[in-house]
Nanobody
Framework: QVQLVESGGGLVQPGGSLRLSCAAS????????MGWYRQVPGKEREWVGT???????NFVEFASGRFTFDRDATNNTMSLQMNNLKPEDTAVYYC?????????WGQGTQVTVSS
């Protein structure tokens, strides 16, 4: 199994930026894909974006052009750079990983976009 630990959430003003990180207990290049989901109270968890072990990325429409992925192989960390944040981006963000035919989740990190 793989363990995921998120960090980097917090409070930011509209138009600001945040960088979320997801540290994995295994080499990130041994993980088929990693990604981010987000959830607000009363709503289903929604997909934000995914990066494969080969580096291919996909984002949901609201994230395209504002969010990007970075990877740090030395620290087994995948990061989500979020720019031009909007109040509607407020949510708990969860890292996930598809590893050896199983899906794993982190504990979540709160992102609040407010003035």
């Amino acid at each position: 199994q793989v363990q995921l630990v998120e960090s980097g959430g917090g409070l930011v003003q509209p138009g600001g930026s945040l960088r979320l990180s997801c540290a994995a207990s295994e080499s990130i290049f041994s993980i088929k894909s990693m990604g981010w989901y987000r959830q607000v109270p009363g709503k289903e968890r929604e997909w934000v974006g995914t990066i494969t072990s080969g580096g291919s990325t996909n984002f949901v429409e609201f994230a395209s052009g504002r969010f990007t992925f970075d990877r740090d192989a030395t620290n087994n960390t995948m990061s989500l750079q979020m720019n031009n944040l909007k109040p509607e981006d407020t949510a708990v963000y969860y890292c996930n990983a598809w590893y050896r035919s199983n899906m794993y989740w982190g504990q979540g990190t709160q992102v609040t976009v407010s003035s």
